[in-house]
């Protein structure tokens, strides 16, 4: 018998099931308070029992039917994906429009950070100078310039804080006028327009590829502060060897770095944040405790004035009577909607559903399905009115809590938010990822105190001192919320100070040639 206190959480009082909170779960045999047995053991984060249920009897969590019981379970059992039949998705029919559009509470004034205001209004939070390809061939003449940039260039302007490359596997090979090829142009297109980048853009072309400069930035389509983008193309006859090349990129990229040296950081209001909110590596705490006080600090920023995006299409999927209920508009509904539809034809002609989300790593965790970790990722987006929805690539036009669809790959929807205009991103995880982004900083959020404490230099904020009770949702919220005005202010997260990042993705459903 274990000697810890058993500890469960129930989530809504209409649950039939609870989550096993003890480090490394609990032996068979375990009495609880209320005289629960444990007929088998339970691993820390996994569901038990809490009443008999019959073949296809509801379990419930979050208040919600996240499955079917897939023959008799006694009560104090493990509830695991093996005992369980998923529910079949939410039909886009019939759905409440703006029943619970709640408005965000008092105004938050007075709270600021220090960034870097462009041209456009826009706000940055870092000051990076940027290189787009058009093209995926010119990726490795890139990476040898940025080398040498950085070492030899850098080093004479201080304000730059770093260079990056924008580097993809797109721009040739490609059906380029398929539909949804816009996708990937809009999104390498409005990537270079993030907020950290200033309005100074560089970009690097072979010269035979079929997304050429002048599509990529067609005219009017991109502020920049010379006019006109700088475009070097490997091809040109003026290049002649390899050094060649490389000494016009060094030559442009100093231009780059001198207008850049020229940003200075000033007081800006909380209302120019531009949050994406992401999970990675969930597990079933993350809707108990990260994600809650991510959503009340998503609640703050909506109230200061600021925008929130929350994303990952099929991990709100079976929520969406929740966010059609949330929407500001029937307009806003409707586009919710359309693209809940637009991803459930996607996946029916990749020949799967959205059943595939799930990761092992996210069942170890104790998510049996999907329905049981949208139900948790939905909490991220707080609890007020829903106000815009961007499609894949575009740029964020507008303030409040806004629906950006992506897909739920952490690489793709943090590709995708950071060409909305995200200046701060924040990220959950239960199971452990060291995800960052090169170009904007990552607060990583744990949802476990084990994890923070065997991650403690990689994870910023533990949010698992919530379900252990030594802070409340509202705690850990405003803690995460003055952090991410420091971290907009220039304080490094941990993944900026290892300077760990993962691959921009772009979302591409068009054919491959």
Not at 100 to 122: C, I, M, W
Not at 273 to 288: I, K, M, N, P, Y
Request: net charge negative.
């Amino acid at each position: 018998m274990s000697t810890q206190v058993p500890r469960t959480i129930r989530m809504q009082a209409s649950d039939n099931v609870a989550i096993v909170v003890n480090d490394g779960g609990l032996p068979a045999g375990t009495v609880f308070p209320d005289g629960l047995t444990l007929l088998e053991g339970v691993p820390q984060g996994h569901k038990v029992n809490l009443v008999d249920l019959a073949d296809g009897d509801p379990v419930i969590r979050y208040g919600v039917t996240i499955g079917y019981a897939n023959g008799a379970i006694p009560r104090g059992s493990w509830v695991s994906e093996r005992v369980l039949r998923m529910p079949a998705a939410r039909s886009l029919e019939d759905l409440p429009i703006g029943t619970h559009a709640v408005q965000a509470g008092p105004l938050l004034e007075g709270y600021t950070f220090e960034g870097y205001r462009n041209k456009d209004g826009s706000v940055g939070t870092r000051n990076i100078m940027a290189i787009t390809s058009t093209v995926q061939c010119v990726s490795g003449v890139i990476d040898y310039a940025v080398k040498r940039i950085k070492e030899e260039l850098l080093p004479r302007y201080p304000n730059v804080e770093d260079v990056v490359a924008l580097e993809h596997v797109y721009g040739c090979g490609v059906a380029i006028d398929a539909p949804g090829a816009d996708i990937p142009i809009k999104t390498i297109r409005n990537l270079s327009r993030n907020p950290n980048f200033g309005d100074s853009v560089m970009v690097v072309s072979l010269g035979c590829e079929k997304l050429p400069p002048a599509r990529l930035f067609p005219a009017g389509a991109i502020p920049i502060g010379n006019g006109e983008p700088s475009v070097v193309t490997l091809q040109d006859q003026q290049h002649v060897g390899f050094m060649s090349m490389i000494d016009n990129l060094m030559q442009t990229a100093e231009r780059h770095l001198q207008e850049l040296n020229a940003r200075q950081r000033v007081t800006c209001p909380a209302s120019d944040l531009v949050v994406g909110v992401q999970c990675g590596g969930s597990d079933a705490f993350s809707g108990v405790t990260a994600n809650p006080a991510v959503g009340f600090a998503t609640d703050l920023i909506v109230r200061a004035g600021g925008a929130v995006m929350f994303s990952e299409i099929t991990e709100v999927r079976d929520g969406i009577d929740q966010l059609t209920a949330r929407a500001a508009t029937p307009e806003v509904a409707a586009a919710m909607v359309r693209e809940m539809q637009w991803y459930d034809d996607y996946l029916v002609r990749g020949g799967v559903d959205r059943s595939a989300n799930t990761t092992p790593g996210n069942k170890k965790g104790g998510l049996s399905n999907i329905v049981e970790k949208a139900m948790g990722s939905i909490v991220k987006s707080g609890t007020t009115a829903i106000t815009g929805v961007l499609s894949p690539g575009e740029k964020l036009q507008q303030k409040g809590l806004i629906y950006a669809a992506t897909p739920a790959s952490d690489f793709i929807c943090g590709t995708l938010q950071m060409a909305a205009g995200m200046n701060v991103h924040i990220f959950t995880t239960g199971r452990g990822t060291p995800y960052g982004l090169a170009a904007v900083p990552v607060i990583k959020v744990a949802t476990r105190t084990e994890l923070a404490n065997r991650w403690h230099d990689l994870m910023d904020v533990n949010a698992g001192r919530i379900a252990s009770g030594e802070a409340t949702i509202e705690d850990v919220g405003w803690e995460l919320f003055r952090l991410i005005l420091d971290v907009a202010s220039g304080r490094k997260t941990w993944a900026e100070h290892w300077k760990l990042h993962n691959a921009l993705a772009l979302f591409n459903p068009a054919p491959v040639t």
